[in-house]
């Protein structure tokens, strides 16, 4: 494990003392620590997206998007910006690179992806991977993705994430060759199967609990967010109506004309404000989205630090059983049934070489079981601290982001009120002069 | 037609002097500069009618000399049927009253009566619909508090509008129903039920025949009250369409807080900022709340009202249609037949006089009304704009205080209040 980073000054990149206008246009709501070696050299940014054609594996015309990433050595005084180094990924680079870290780093909370497909949409927004604004907002992902990857304390030290960074073309032949699908497969199948644990750690037990109810919340949150985005849109874009009767309306009217046709106008424009609003709010969804995907990184956690409990449980259970077996053979007493011990009595009692030679090997794997326990123990409780310093990292990390992103929600909806405030004035101007 | 046909303008019939007086007034109008009537009906209606903006309730304070309210309606429950009585208290100076404060009760067929009966007599005036008799909007119970209600501040309204037109209000059965403790043995005189059939054949006769031609103005006035009269409809649609979304957004805005507030119980740190946003969200839930119903008490039933307005508008271009028609057919009569001549030219010359009087009636109430539904619809809009603006100032101010409360509780003084 990487040694930890010495406690540098914590620079936050976060919206306290931004006015909302330019939180508006700060997309970045990480906290973001330059103590980490990785971001004192560099500057990540995820700059462009562009379409390509190409054969997939199956020899298939695609077509995808990749993302341009760009590099800069972090900016002296007075110095002036050098170009950029650049390289272009794709998104399954980005799903290979953090398969990788999750394998690498088990103790770690790996930090989410944006998401795969479009999903709690609302019927305005296109659930299309292709579609602009879905590249545009993952782009945005991606960026996030990497910061926070390079701004953590363990994560950042990473060799293939340095490559990932800076070696286009032999990037994918490193990480296979880290060999780490091996690990992959074996851990997934372990994942997968059911096993319980004879004494489970009560924080992690805790942790997981935690992580499935937030996952819950911020799922509903997300789904009543679609549903109200929809109502919203709805009752603005019908007041462009008005704008449609008002104008039609003031042509036929002598008095009332001008009045009703300008108050028309701030109708037309009341409806269209709607556009960039939920465009806004979007930008808070895909925060919640995050932290929605980051508790599946944790419950990842959870589950993995549960196998290696389970592992240390079994080969402590297993490491008894042997010493029992050595009690049984040496005192000549079967407390326990055994085949053996049957087969014997069955068909007579083995000879004292053979009896020896059974107690040599027993002996010999208790050792190997004793060992196996010590490393298992030593993994179990390496494992623990690794995981609990960052998982105390990424508490404070969540408390943070997820404050400054209600707040920001309260300044969009302020925002919000703000244009209404300004549209019904001028209407209710326009109709004082009917 | 027989010799005994029931004339159309019954007005010969009605021998209240006063009423005569006014019409032949009346006919003898000529408008204002302006376009609005000049006030020759009772001296008390002089400032009644300028068309600058300054403060027409003011205004009406001072010369307004009756004052109708409609209220307190209660069940009444027969072996026949279940209706509803409102209460009318009418509070005046004027002297053709015996009394100045009067209060009678009446059911809606009440409300009906009269609007007959001043249509009858006036059938070139605009007179202000009562609400619809029945709703469409699948309205199970007909006596709902809501119905009520809606229904009691549009028979209120009807009853101003009456009192506040110049002729209207001096109508005798105007009086009689603010007045009669006991409507039934007025409501039995006069022409009824069979009368106004015999009216309508004719008028679908004379559609029939058709008009030789209308008279510039007239085609005009046409033209523009099928327009208006779409327009009001769409208005009407859109509002109603708005209150609908807007009850749905509030529906779906009211889940947000139990989820925030089942969140906060989950976090430590962040219990704080969610609860917050939770009671902000309850809050403007309510504020949205308060302006659907604004908007169903104010807009959307003055919306209403100019569709039925509209109504009321092709109905009196109809009946005057129907006088000239009938004019020209018996001017037509005159000139083709040779025989009974003068018997003709009495009747073409009563007609034709019927005709101006009904041309001028409309051409001056039509001003009035221009003005009238102008200064309703203006306060409608400014009402619903004001209210919109009330919302949204409301909603910024619990945002803000939420602001306030984060940035006070964050670290050091970065203060910056959006």
């Not at chain 1, 980005?94 to 992806?113: A, D, S």
């Not at chain 1, 077996?325 to 069955?346: C, D, H, N, P, Y």
């Not at chain 2, 805005?253 to 430590?268: F, I, V």
């Amino acid at each position: 494990m990487a040694d930890s980073v010495s406690s540098e000054e914590v620079a936050v990149i976060s919206n306290t003392d931004i006015t909302s206008t330019e939180s508006e246009n700060n997309i970045i709501n990480t906290m973001v620590e330059r103590g980490t070696a990785l971001l004192r050299k560099l500057e990540i940014n995820v700059a462009e997206a562009e379409k390509r054609t190409g054969k997939n594996t199956v020899n298939m015309q695609e077509t995808y998007t990749v993302y341009l990433i760009e590099i800069r050595p972090a900016e002296t005084e007075g110095g002036t910006p050098a170009a950029p180094d650049t390289l272009w990924r794709r998104y399954s680079e980005f799903e290979l690179l953090r398969t990788y870290l999750l394998v690498t780093y088990p103790y770690i909370i790996i930090p989410p992806l944006p998401e795969k497909r479009a999903e709690f949409v609302w019927h305005k927004l296109s659930a299309d991977n292709l579609d602009p604004d879905f590249v545009e907002r993952r782009r945005v992902g991606l960026e996030n993705f990497l910061l926070r990857v390079a701004s953590h304390p363990v994560l950042s030290n990473d060799k293939i994430f340095f490559l990932f960074l800076t070696e286009e073309k032999g990037w994918r032949d490193a990480v296979l060759e880290t060999g780490f699908q091996d690990k992959a497969d074996s851990r997934l199948k372990s994942l997968s199967a059911m096993f319980r644990v004879k004494n489970p750690d009560k924080r992690f037990t805790a942790l997981k609990q935690y992580s499935d109810e937030l996952n819950s919340v911020i799922s509903q949150l997300l789904r009543i967010r679609a549903r109200v985005a929809d109502r919203l849109y709805g009752v603005y874009k019908v007041h462009g109506n008005y704008g449609r009767v008002f104008s039609e309306w003031s042509a036929i009217e002598k008095e009332m004309g001008d009045g009703l046709q300008s108050a028309g106008h701030h109708m037309d424009t009341y409806a269209a404000s709607i556009d960039d609003i939920l465009e806004e709010e979007e930008h808070f969804a895909d925060q919640l989205k995050e932290y929605l995907f980051y508790t599946d990184a944790v419950r990842s956690v959870c589950r993995k630090h549960e196998l290696i409990q389970y592992e240390l449980e079994m080969a402590a259970q297993d490491l008894a059983q042997k010493k029992q077996q050595k009690e049984e053979l040496a005192t000549g007493t079967v407390r326990i049934f055994s085949l053996k011990g049957m087969t014997s009595k069955l068909f007579g009692q083995e000879s004292p070489e053979q009896k020896e030679s059974r107690l040599a090997a027993l002996e010999q794997s208790i050792q190997e079981g004793e060992e196996t326990v010590k490393e298992k123990n030593t993994e179990c409780q390496e494992f623990v601290r690794a995981a609990w310093d960052d998982i105390e990292h990424f508490k404070e990390q969540k408390d943070k982001d997820l404050r400054e992103a209600l707040i920001s929600y309260a300044i969009m909806q302020i925002s919000m009120c703000k244009k209404g405030i300004q549209v019904w004035s001028n209407a209710k101007e326009c109709f004082s002069k009917m | 037609m027989s010799g005994h046909t029931v004339p159309a303008d019954f007005s010969e019939h009605m021998l209240d002097l006063d009423e005569d007086e006014d019409l032949e007034v009346f006919t003898k109008n000529t408008s204002l500069p302006d376009g609005s009537p000049l006030p020759n009906s009772p001296s008390s209606m002089v400032n009644q009618y300028r068309l600058e903006d300054d403060d027409e309730g003011k205004e009406d304070a001072n010369t307004k000399d009756i004052f109708v309210t409609v209220d307190h309606p209660e069940s009444q429950v027969t072996a026949i049927e279940t209706f509803i009585l409102y209460r009318v208290v009418t509070r005046t100076t004027r002297s053709d009253f015996d009394s100045s404060e009067y209060e009678v009760r009446r059911r809606y067929q009440d409300f009906v009566w009269l609007r007959s009966k001043l249509e009858e007599k006036h059938p070139t005036l605009i007179v202000h619909p009562l609400p619809e008799k029945f709703v469409m909007k699948g309205m199970v119970e007909r006596f709902n508090d809501d119905f009520i209600e809606t229904r009691r501040r549009a028979l209120h309204r009807f009853l101003n509008k009456i009192s506040e037109h110049p002729i209207l209000s001096y109508s005798q059965h105007f009086q009689v129903f603010l007045t009669a403790q006991d409507l039934a043995p007025h409501r039995k005189q006069g022409p009824g039920f069979l009368s106004r059939m015999g009216e309508t054949v004719r008028a679908v006769a004379n559609s029939v025949r058709g008009l030789r031609s209308r008279p510039e103005e007239f085609a005009v006035m046409q033209e523009y009250v099928d327009d208006f009269s779409n327009k009001m409809c769409c208005m009407d649609k859109v509002t109603q369409r708005i209150v609908k979304e807007q009850r749905e957004y509030v529906d779906e805005l009211k889940q947000y807080s139990p989820t925030y507030a089942r969140w906060g119980e989950l976090e430590e740190e962040l219990t704080e900022p969610l609860k917050g946003v939770a009671s902000c969200v309850v809050q403007c839930s309510k504020e949205a709340e308060e302006h659907i119903q604004h908007l169903s008490e104010v807009l959307v039933p003055a919306l209403h009202e100019y569709v039925l307005c509209a109504e009321t508008l092709k109905a009196v271009m109809r009946r005057r249609d129907n006088i000239q028609a009938e004019f020209e057919a018996k001017n037509e009569a005159l000139l083709t037949r040779k025989a009974e001549q003068e018997a003709l030219q009495e009747e073409v010359d009563v007609l034709a006089d019927r005709m101006e009087q009904a041309n001028n009636s409309l051409k001056g109430d039509w001003a009035r009304w221009q003005h009238s539904m102008t200064s309703d619809l203006r306060s409608a809009f400014i009402s619903a704009a004001e209210k919109n603006v009330d919302y949204y100032e409301k909603c910024l101010a619990v945002w803000e205080s939420f602001l306030v409360s984060q940035r006070a509780d964050a670290s050091g003084g970065q203060e910056d209040v959006a």
